[in-house]
């Protein structure tokens, strides 16, 4: 629909001021096509969020809309338990191909919220069928971004996102958020806080190692801007999940498919963990779709133990690997490999950053943090916390770029087929606005 809709009441829009956007600050987007994003009005916008860290091929592909609607006709729902279509098993083979180590099964949902309960359950009953059932404790992080519902909110560690709900669920702690001042202006990784891992350790001191099931992390903390690992962390948590038989598991929803230059952050930090989540630009934010990657000691452990015809797995959607979302992930998964978008990603990245630390001179900026394709510009506040960012992303899109803010944090991640020339536009306008403050 390319006109304006006459009521807006109805939609209760999501982590969104429904009061300020329905009197008159509508940002109503009517076309998006490659980096470009047209409003209702026909004002055009630079993507340079990828959406939501969703369409690093650039937007309405057209052979993933082909393969989507070729898979409609032909079949356009296939019922997931106790059934399966091909493309499916097809799409499991090649993302099991391309994640690190022993994750060979892929277990698939529709967000990356359920990709995180998915994982949490995964560990719970890993544990129970190998008779550790006394192995109920999650382990988080603070500012920790691990999506909306009990189970990713109570593991998470965003303030916002869980004082109003509640406890969430029992037996979860946390580890201290890696985003020391140390680390101010850091590219890749931190060189200072390793030692934060110890907090992991701490909490087996304290609540004894046999009692965790699961540490979960984002190998790097997207949603609330970038928050790198310190040189050493990931691995450090690693070995200390080793020494207690804790499974490790990495939230790559934003960093899976190649935002930190690699096809995981598993692989740019090089620390192999036990589940990787994974959504968003796994159908290039075509189509809902989300998956868990599963290391082989799990699947095996649980599929084995199971009787010879009963369920082995008690969860899973009613759109867990839907027909359209498989055509989406499988054309996805072709470009990728025709278009060598992780070379393109990594290719990109240095100009990406030179460019993005060269707004460091800008007296408002506080703060950046970059890697890869994925960066994080932390402004002075104005006021209460977010009122700037919030001005910010207003005025970014009067003056034609798209990008995502948390608080009073300023978020990129272009899209892999950006040129050089549109990151200059890029920044060319964050530095002409923020200057402005
Ligand atoms: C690391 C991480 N986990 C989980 C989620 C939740 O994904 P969804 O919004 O698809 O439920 C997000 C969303 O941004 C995320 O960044």
């Excluded at 993302?95 to 892929?106: C, H, K, W």
């Excluded at 998956?291 to 899973?316: Q, R, S």
Aim: charged share 20%; with cysteine.
């Amino acid at each position: 629909m390319r006109i304006m809709p006459n009521d807006l009441e109805a939609h209760w829009m999501p982590f969104t001021s429904n009061k300020h956007f329905k009197t008159g600050h509508t940002r109503m987007m009517t076309e998006g096509k490659g980096i470009v994003y047209k409003t209702y009005q026909g004002h055009e916008l630079i993507d340079a969020v990828s959406g939501l860290f969703c369409s690093p091929l650039g937007h309405a592909r057209p052979e993933i809309a082909d393969a989507v609607h070729k898979q409609l006709l032909e079949m356009s729902y296939c019922p997931p338990f106790q059934h399966g279509h091909p493309s499916a098993f097809e799409l499991a083979r090649r993302i099991s191909q391309l994640l690190p180590g022993n994750l060979d099964y892929v277990f698939y949902g529709s967000s990356g919220s359920e990709a995180v309960e998915t994982t949490l359950k995964i560990a719970l009953l890993y544990h129970r069928v190998k008779g550790e059932g006394q192995r109920l404790r999650l382990v988080g992080r603070e500012k920790g971004y691990h999506g909306v519902n009990f189970g990713g909110f109570s593991v998470g560690g965003m303030v916002k996102n869980r004082e109003m709900y509640g406890l969430g669920i029992p037996g979860v702690v946390h580890m201290r958020h890696t985003n020391i001042p140390e680390n101010k202006y850091a590219r890749d990784e931190g060189a200072h806080g390793v030692e934060l891992a110890e907090d992991l350790q701490r909490l087996c001191d304290t609540y004894g190692g046999d009692t965790i099931a699961a540490c979960i992390v984002e190998p790097v903390g997207g949603s609330v801007g970038a928050y790198l690992p310190p040189k050493g962390y990931l691995k450090r948590l690693r070995e200390i999940c080793d020494e207690h038989g804790i499974l490790l598991i990495f939230d790559e929803v934003i960093t899976g498919f190649g935002r930190t230059g690699n096809p995981f952050g598993a692989n740019t930090y090089e620390v192999q963990p036990d589940m990787i989540t994974m959504a968003k630009a796994m159908t290039n934010g075509a189509i809902p779709m989300s998956a868990v990657g599963v290391g082989e000691h799990i699947y095996k452990t649980i599929v084995d133990a199971a009787p010879e015809k009963g369920v082995d797995f008690f969860h899973g959607y009613t759109y867990s690997g839907h027909p359209a979302a498989c055509a989406a992930g499988l054309a996805t998964l072709d470009i990728f490999e025709k278009e060598d978008m992780f070379g393109r990603a990594k290719a990109l990245s240095n100009p990406f950053l030179d460019r993005f630390f060269d707004l460091k001179d800008l007296p408002i900026v506080t703060n950046m943090r970059g890697v890869g394709l994925l960066a994080a510009i932390d402004l002075a506040p104005d006021g209460a916390p977010g009122t700037r960012g919030y001005q910010a992303v207003m005025d970014l899109y009067d003056k034609g770029v798209l990008v995502k803010v948390t608080g009073d944090t300023v978020m990129l991640s272009p899209a892999f087929i950006c040129e050089e020339s549109d990151l200059d536009r890029i920044f060319e306008t964050l530095r002409g606005v923020l200057s402005g403050y």
